[in-house]
């Protein structure tokens, strides 16, 4: 090979000075022949035509000025040149085989342009140990996700584990929370360039195994298309032992809850017999008494029923005895006391259940303490007089949906995002009614163990529909095929 067939390598310092005296050189070259060519118009135009002096400058001025424009425009083209090249190098439109680019000295650049790409997009995993051992050392559990939602990264204190495929998966339990994490990164990914999500007390265990749990506070975070590989970051934080703490007072709770349930029975049926006892000799004042005792007997029934369904339920207690059911006849099984909470607070239910709808898989005592709740809350919050209705359709192959829609206060976004979680309640509905906060938690739990879906759609001072799915009866077995473990996964959709 000769001399002249050797590649010319331009770095960075030669570049700059040959592409600065190359365009200076082409700048005075230029400006010499303008004026030159101004100069000889000059003198024809003096010696050979009859016009002004005056005249004459105007024209050359104004040539000169056509010249410079053009000339400039040239001139700037030629210097914008290698900003162009390095634009299409970035965005991938270069071809990389125009012999311009080694004539004009750009080679060097854009080879080390494509090592820089090379390097930032080389996945973390890959990189040398050092920062997986610093990620080790800290105190939090770390977890990253590529733009395909595989885990490319762990920290020893991530709740993570490998898959029978060999894959790393997360291991914890979205179960009691709002949303899943799944659901959430879908939802990110479809309509955010960032979002942030918190989770509060998630278990990284599945039922079964609850002597060696953890729970967790989560925190993710999304940004699509980092340029490291890693969309979604993942911390979480141990949090066991507060939580644990107090879980014993739920329990306590739901012992002396379980204590209390005897003697309440016991109350409320005295109750009864001194009621049917009273005849029109009774004293009003007498009657008013027996009514709010009876009353409060009550509602202290209905606390004990709700902390021992909490007490089932966060101990995987909560057993469903599923069996083939109509709607109508669920609606037929809740039909009176639901009637009579209504006609005692002068509102009006309105059923519009189809008769054609196809039966569903459902535990009917479970299924109708959520139908109770839901109505019992849309009759709290409905003015005086207002109409309530309960709607059933068929919404989907697998599923039945029942809806409990008021016309009362209705909610705010940032109350319909926590409106699930246990002992939850706004200002609102403390002001309205006197209640736990744990009657829309349980039956989430109900739903979920269902298999089905609950949520709410609010606007505030116009009313709430509540609803929640069940699966069809003849498609049930195919929907529990399709779910590692049916009775834990996570279906909610809260519509914020």
């Known amino acids: ?36 060519i101004i100069a000889i118009m000059f003198y024809l135009l003096t010696t050979h035509t009859s016009l002004e002096i005056f005249m004459i400058f105007c024209i050359c001025m104004i040539s000169f000025f056509v010249m410079e424009t053009v000339v400039g425009a040239l001139i700037i083209k030629k210097t914008a040149k290698p900003i162009m090249i390095v634009s299409q190098k970035i965005s991938n439109n270069l071809d990389n085989n125009d012999p311009e680019i080694d004539k ?67 291991q914890l339990d979205f179960r009691t929370a709002n949303c899943s994490f799944d659901d959430w990164l879908i939802w990110a990914t479809e309509n955010r360039i960032s979002d942030e999500k918190v989770w509060n007390r998630i278990e990284d265990t599945t039922p079964n195994n609850v002597a060696s749990r953890r729970i967790f506070d989560v925190i993710a975070h999304y940004y699509k298309n980092a340029t490291n590989g890693i969309e979604t970051i993942v ?72 902390m021992l369904s909490i007490s089932r339920y966060e101990h995987e207690d909560l057993k469903l005895n599923i069996t083939e059911l109509s709607i109508v006849k669920i609606i037929n099984n809740i039909s009176d006391s639901v009637g009579l ?44 007089g207002g109409a309530i209705i309960i709607r059933a359709e068929k919404t989907s192959d697998n599923f039945v949906t029942l ?46 163990n269902h298999g089905g879906e609950i949520g709410v759609d609010s606007v505030e001072g116009k009313g709430s529909t509540f609803f929640f799915t069940l699966p069809i009866f003849a498609k049930y077995d195919d929907i529990k095929t399709k779910k590692t473990d049916f009775t834990i996964q996570t279906h909610s959709k809260i519509i914020h």
Do not use: C
């Open 1 to 36: 090979m000769s001399d002249y067939d050797e590649p010319v390598v331009i770095h960075a310092s030669d570049f700059y000075r040959k592409w600065l005296t190359r365009n200076l050189s082409i700048f005075i070259v230029i400006q010499l022949l303008a004026a030159t």
């Open 104 to 170: 004009n000295g750009m080679r060097y650049f854009l080879d080390e342009i494509g090592k820089t790409e090379q390097k930032t997009n080389v996945p973390i995993a890959t990189n040398n140990g050092m920062l997986q051992k610093i990620m080790d050392s800290l105190p939090i559990g770390i977890i990253a996700f590529d733009r395909n939602g595989k885990i490319i990264m762990a920290n020893n204190l991530a709740p993570t584990y490998i898959d029978e495929t060999g894959e790393t998966k997360m």
């Open 235 to 306: 911390i979480t934080v141990d949090r066991t032992a507060e939580y644990e703490d107090e879980e014993d007072s739920v329990s306590f709770i739901a012992l002396a809850a379980h204590e209390l349930r005897a003697p309440i029975t016991v109350v409320r049926g005295y109750l009864d017999v001194l009621s049917q006892k009273m005849d029109s000799s009774t004293s009003p004042e007498i009657k008013k008494i027996i009514e709010r005792i009876a009353n409060g007997a009550n509602s202290l029934s209905g606390y004990i029923t709700n």
């Open 341 to 384: 909470s209504a006609h005692t607070m002068n509102r009006r239910l309105i059923f519009e259940i189809p008769s054609d709808l196809p039966t569903v898989a459902a535990d009917l005592s479970l299924i109708s303490e959520v139908l109770t709740n839901l109505i019992g809350n849309a009759i709290k919050y409905s003015p005086d």
């Open 403 to 448: 809806s409990v829609q008021d016309h009362g206060v209705g909610m705010p976004e940032n109350v319909m995002k926590n409106l699930f979680s246990k002992f939850y309640r706004s200002h609102k509905s403390k002001n309205v009614s006197s209640g736990t906060g744990l009657g829309l938690y349980i039956s989430r739990a109900i739903i979920k």
